[in-house]
């Protein structure tokens, strides 16, 4: 049965979208990474490749805030009388409940709120449930974003399919859920379709939260895992054997220290499938054909940043961690998808019931149990497909997802899907470019008012430059279309032939980003940055890249000073404060600068990895320490950094370290 009904839960506001384009600020994408010695040549094939170089044409998610209110979302609900799933098209067609109904287990980590934070492509991202990652590496561009989501009827039963048209990489991914009458097994049918003649690098994690518990342990058909971690804007990739490695049992999440990933190497010929189970050897079972070859594991680590972690995206005592599976081995791997290929693959998700004894005891012989309970269960995952044969009898659309997928298809002249319809939807979107696209025709706003969108690619980069009148507009997105395509040299002139139809914000802070991401001249940066705040002071994200300029040279003065002009509204925002501080601590004024780096400070939009704010703790209170014993401030004398951590610790609140 597939039902309709509201779920409740507090949530924070996403809140709107940053105006900016990504012109290499987006550092997630351009994250390196380094390998030892124990990677085979073989290893190397894809590590690396498809990589990109901006998240254009999207544009940021990073409006969301920390104050929850009860708001009831749009939920997807599949159920027999053994199980039941609850999907949430609104958010990425996230599968946010695993029910099994006859011994009453949620078997997933059911996030008790929705709160946004920075750790993905768009920045705005959400803990639990089983989140489908598609096309590029980290998390889905559209994982805050509303899915189509529709209703198909075959003779055999219903299917409930979620799916959307992928900008980047120009495919269209769909999710199709069901559960067989007499079944306590959910089944999807994930399905990738490039129409497109040309080749295409794609990627798919299907990540998986489950509960951490102090005994949790993951079982996997695996001896040896590829082992990769974060750490200062590059990875590092090594090996590890499987259960234990360098003395430490490793099936277990809560022996790890730190943040990991590790990338279990499932026997070529062996089924495909990974499992946990708790204390009483109860958990989760997720398999799949072989065309879903990795599996993985995420922990956040038992430091203090790692616990801090799980809360800051949760409440207190929140705790859990990623089972995944991909189409690669790692997930710095994306894999050559030739043009007009439709790939697709069958998951399935049940209950894991096992003896205590059996599960904790000799590795090998619980991952045995474990593929002996699958095959009783669920079946050989080998031979798993959809079992819906040929078209729908009848398709109901049920909530709508972008119009984006329609624009494309105007541009391409064809469909760009076998199954899934994409409805003219003239939203606020993309209504300009159905216009440019049918009628020739473009607007030119105020030059204030922010862009409400961006496209990328040939041909709407010659719909604009054959328009009969240019203006500002049309000469920023034509910037916008030759940087994303990676003509930065064409994108610059762009801006600076807008700019001279109008002066703008945008173009204006584009250029400052070309000169200080590109071209590594931060004193011309710097002006046109000031320039462009000077058109628009009450925007936030031009506010944040004049702060950080700012800071970052010797202009702390004047940042102070324009902060204290802002509305009351800016001054409150986080970052921005954490800007204040480092102002005032690089001019002396300590004592100001404690009074917003304490226990209580708060700022939202902190990235994964980021060590802003520890480090500007340990900076300032640093100095302070110094300071009250009379001696001078010496970051490098491990000494005094020990004794001046003693005396003013680290709050965990603001620990948001990964690997200490």
């Given at each position: 049965?597939?039902?309709?009904?509201?779920?409740?839960?507090?949530?924070?506001?996403?809140?709107?979208?940053?105006?900016?384009?990504?012109?290499?600020?987006?550092?997630?994408?351009?994250?390196?990474?380094?390998?030892?010695?124990?990677?085979?040549?073989?290893?190397?094939?894809?590590?690396?490749?498809?990589?990109?170089?901006?998240?254009?044409?999207?544009?940021?998610?990073?409006?969301?805030?920390?104050?929850?209110?009860?708001?009831?979302?749009?939920?997807?609900?599949?159920?027999?009388?053994?199980?039941?799933?609850?999907?949430?098209?609104?958010?990425?067609?996230?599968?946010?409940?695993?029910?099994?109904?006859?011994?009453?287990?949620?078997?997933?980590?059911?996030?008790?709120?929705?709160?946004?934070?920075?750790?993905?492509?768009?920045?705005?991202?959400?803990?639990?449930?089983?989140?489908?990652?598609?096309?590029?590496?980290?998390?889905?561009?559209?994982?805050?974003?509303?899915?189509?989501?529709?209703?198909?009827?075959?003779?055999?039963?219903?299917?409930?399919?979620?799916?959307?048209?992928?900008?980047?990489?120009?495919?269209?991914?769909?999710?199709?859920?069901?559960?067989?009458?007499?079944?306590?097994?959910?089944?999807?049918?994930?399905?990738?379709?490039?129409?497109?003649?040309?080749?295409?690098?794609?990627?798919?994690?299907?990540?998986?939260?489950?509960?951490?518990?102090?005994?949790?342990?993951?079982?996997?058909?695996?001896?040896?895992?590829?082992?990769?971690?974060?750490?200062?804007?590059?990875?590092?990739?090594?090996?590890?054997?499987?259960?234990?490695?360098?003395?430490?049992?490793?099936t277990y999440p809560c022996k790890i220290p730190s943040s990991r990933d590790?990338?279990?190497?499932?026997?070529?010929?062996?089924?495909?499938?990974?499992?946990?189970?708790?204390?009483?050897?109860?958990?989760?079972?997720?398999?799949?054909?072989?065309?879903?070859?990795?599996?993985?594991?995420?922990?956040?680590?038992?430091?203090?940043g790692g616990r801090n972690w799980n809360e800051w995206l949760s409440e207190?005592?929140?705790?859990?961690?990623?089972?995944?599976?991909?189409?690669?081995?790692?997930?710095?791997?994306?894999?050559?998808?030739?043009?007009?290929?439709?790939?697709?693959?069958?998951?399935?998700?049940?209950?894991?019931?096992?003896?205590?004894?059996?599960?904790?005891?000799?590795?090998?012989?619980?991952?045995?149990?474990?593929?002996?309970?699958?095959?009783?269960?669920?079946?050989?995952?080998?031979?798993?497909?959809?079992?819906?044969?040929?078209?729908?009898?009848?398709?109901?659309?049920?909530?709508?997802?972008?119009?984006?997928?329609?624009?494309?298809?105007?541009?391409?002249?064809?469909?760009?899907?076998?199954?899934?319809?994409?409805?003219?939807?003239?939203?606020?979107?993309?209504?300009?470019?159905?216009?440019?696209?049918?009628?020739?025709?473009?607007?030119?706003?105020?030059?204030?008012?922010?862009?409400?969108?961006?496209?990328?690619?040939?041909?709407?980069?010659?719909?604009?430059?054959?328009?009969?009148?240019?203006?500002?507009?049309?000469?920023?997105?034509?910037?916008?279309?030759?940087?994303?395509?990676?003509?930065?040299?064409?994108?610059?002139?762009?801006?600076?032939?807008?700019?001279?139809?109008?002066?703008?914000?945008?173009?204006?802070?584009?250029?400052?980003?070309?000169?200080?991401?590109?071209?590594?001249?931060?004193?011309?940066?710097?002006?046109?940055?000031?320039?462009?705040?000077?058109?628009?002071?009450?925007?936030?994200?031009?506010?944040?890249?004049?702060?950080?300029?700012?800071?970052?040279?010797?202009?702390?003065?004047?940042?102070?000073?324009v902060y204290e002009a802002l509305s009351p509204a800016l001054q409150a925002?986080?970052?921005?404060?954490?800007?204040?501080?480092?102002?005032?601590?690089?001019?002396?004024?300590?004592?100001?600068?404690?009074?917003?780096?304490?226990?209580?400070?708060?700022?939202?939009?902190?990235?994964?990895?980021?060590?802003?704010?520890?480090?500007?703790?340990?900076?300032?209170?640093?100095?302070?320490?110094?300071?009250?014993?009379?001696?001078?401030?010496?970051?490098?004398?491990?000494?005094?950094?020990?004794?001046?951590?003693?005396?003013?610790?680290?709050?965990?609140?603001?620990?948001?370290?990964?690997?200490?």
């Amino acid at each position: 049965m597939i039902k309709f009904e509201p779920y409740y839960m507090p949530a924070a506001e996403l809140g709107a979208e940053n105006p900016m384009p990504d012109i290499k600020n987006v550092s997630y994408i351009h994250a390196g990474y380094a390998m030892t010695d124990k990677i085979l040549e073989e290893e190397k094939t894809y590590l690396g490749k498809g990589m990109i170089d901006t998240m254009l044409p999207y544009k940021m998610q990073d409006g969301y805030n920390r104050e929850k209110n009860e708001r009831a979302f749009n939920a997807a609900v599949l159920e027999n009388e053994y199980i039941k799933a609850v999907f949430l098209p609104e958010l990425g067609g996230r599968l946010w409940s695993l029910f099994d109904k006859k011994t009453n287990r949620e078997l997933l980590y059911v996030n008790p709120v929705f709160q946004p934070g920075n750790l993905a492509l768009r920045n705005a991202w959400f803990s639990g449930g089983v989140e489908f990652n598609v096309g590029i590496k980290g998390h889905n561009p559209l994982t805050c974003s509303p899915l189509w989501c529709a209703v198909d009827r075959y003779p055999e039963g219903e299917v409930l399919r979620m799916y959307e048209f992928e900008r980047i990489r120009g495919v269209v991914y769909s999710i199709s859920a069901w559960i067989p009458d007499d079944s306590s097994v959910l089944y999807l049918q994930n399905r990738i379709e490039n129409k497109a003649d040309e080749r295409k690098h794609m990627y798919w994690w299907s990540n998986i939260a489950v509960p951490e518990t102090q005994k949790t342990r993951v079982l996997v058909p695996a001896e040896e895992s590829f082992l990769s971690f974060y750490n200062e804007n590059h990875y590092i990739l090594d090996k590890a054997t499987i259960p234990v490695h360098e003395g430490l049992d490793v099936t277990y999440p809560c022996k790890i220290p730190s943040s990991r990933d590790f990338f279990y190497k499932i026997p070529k010929d062996h089924c495909k499938w990974i499992a946990t189970a708790d204390e009483e050897g109860h958990g989760l079972l997720q398999c799949s054909t072989r065309e879903l070859l990795g599996r993985k594991l995420f922990v956040w680590g038992q430091g203090q940043g790692g616990r801090n972690w799980n809360e800051w995206l949760s409440e207190e005592g929140s705790a859990y961690i990623e089972i995944q599976a991909g189409l690669a081995h790692t997930q710095l791997e994306h894999i050559p998808m030739d043009g007009r290929t439709v790939w697709e693959w069958t998951e399935a998700y049940t209950a894991l019931d096992m003896e205590p004894s059996v599960a904790h005891g000799d590795y090998k012989t619980a991952t045995q149990t474990v593929e002996a309970y699958m095959f009783e269960r669920v079946g050989n995952p080998d031979a798993l497909s959809f079992p819906f044969a040929g078209a729908p009898i009848e398709s109901t659309i049920i909530s709508k997802g972008s119009g984006w997928g329609y624009v494309e298809e105007i541009t391409r002249g064809e469909a760009v899907s076998d199954i899934c319809k994409f409805p003219v939807q003239n939203d606020d979107e993309t209504a300009e470019w159905i216009r440019l696209a049918k009628d020739n025709v473009f607007p030119e706003p105020d030059a204030s008012e922010e862009p409400t969108s961006y496209v990328k690619g040939d041909y709407w980069l010659s719909k604009l430059e054959s328009l009969a009148k240019q203006s500002w507009y049309s000469q920023l997105h034509i910037g916008i279309i030759k940087y994303a395509g990676g003509d930065l040299e064409g994108a610059k002139q762009a801006w600076e032939a807008s700019l001279a139809f109008k002066p703008s914000p945008w173009a204006l802070r584009n250029l400052s980003m070309v000169y200080k991401n590109e071209l590594g001249d931060d004193v011309t940066a710097k002006e046109y940055i000031k320039k462009a705040f000077d058109l628009k002071k009450d925007c936030l994200a031009l506010c944040t890249e004049l702060a950080a300029q700012l800071t970052a040279g010797d202009d702390d003065a004047e940042w102070l000073a324009v902060y204290e002009a802002l509305s009351p509204a800016l001054q409150a925002n986080g970052r921005l404060r954490l800007y204040k501080a480092i102002a005032l601590m690089n001019l002396g004024r300590l004592k100001e600068a404690t009074e917003i780096i304490n226990a209580d400070f708060v700022m939202s939009d902190i990235k994964e990895g980021e060590l802003s704010v520890s480090s500007l703790w340990f900076d300032l209170y640093g100095r302070l320490y110094a300071e009250s014993e009379g001696i001078p401030f010496d970051p490098t004398d491990c000494e005094q950094k020990q004794k001046a951590a003693k005396r003013y610790p680290l709050p965990k609140k603001l620990d948001f370290r990964m690997h200490d």
